[in-house]
């Protein structure tokens, strides 16, 4: 695989264009989430997650990993399934994490992708790892994105 500028803003299209399956998964993602922690979670726009997936691909350093990742995802299919399982899993995870951001919100991120992952399914005809790409899509960007009650304060642990 060679990955060139080109091929970082032909991923970027293509996330981009993944708005009408990923903004439902991350706000089903979030609806879901929310009623575990018992509470309020702001929903996704499909505009809130190009914007989101502008500012990821804006960061050269970062666009080239993720369209990496997302390049490898989307074609990623191993006979049988099960041995490629975890690699997938190992990718959607880190993909997750890239999009969310810097600590702690990677970690979330991660986390959240198997929470996602095990609520997506792709199409039967669809190579292995391409419901894991979608988990890993709204995972990260659900993290990334405002919404969240305790992001929107400033942390009693900070020492000023």
Do not use: K
């Not at 929903?43 to 502008?54: I, K, N």
């Not at 970062?62 to 990742?69: E, M, P, R, S, Y």
């Not at 880190?94 to 969310?100: F, Q, T, V, Y």
């Amino acid at each position: 695989m060679r990955v060139t500028p080109e091929t970082v803003r032909a991923e970027r299209e293509w996330v981009h264009g993944r708005a009408d399956t990923v903004v439902p998964l991350i706000n089903d993602v979030r609806a879901d989430l929310g009623d575990l922690f018992d509470t309020d979670v702001d929903e996704v726009s499909p505009g809130q997650y190009r914007g989101a997936v502008d500012d990821v691909f804006a960061d050269g350093d970062l666009a080239v990993n993720v369209a990496t990742l997302v390049c490898l995802l989307r074609n990623l299919d191993v006979a049988d399934d099960y041995p490629g399982f975890v690699v997938d899993e190992l990718l959607g995870r880190e993909l997750a994490g890239m999009i969310a951001g810097t600590q702690p919100l990677r970690m979330l991120g991660e986390a959240t992708f198997h929470f996602a992952d095990v609520h997506t399914h792709g199409e039967a005809s669809a190579a292995a790892g391409a419901d894991d790409l979608d988990a890993a899509l709204a995972a990260g960007f659900q993290t990334r994105l405002p919404g969240w009650n305790w992001t929107e304060s400033e942390s009693p642990f900070s020492i000023q």
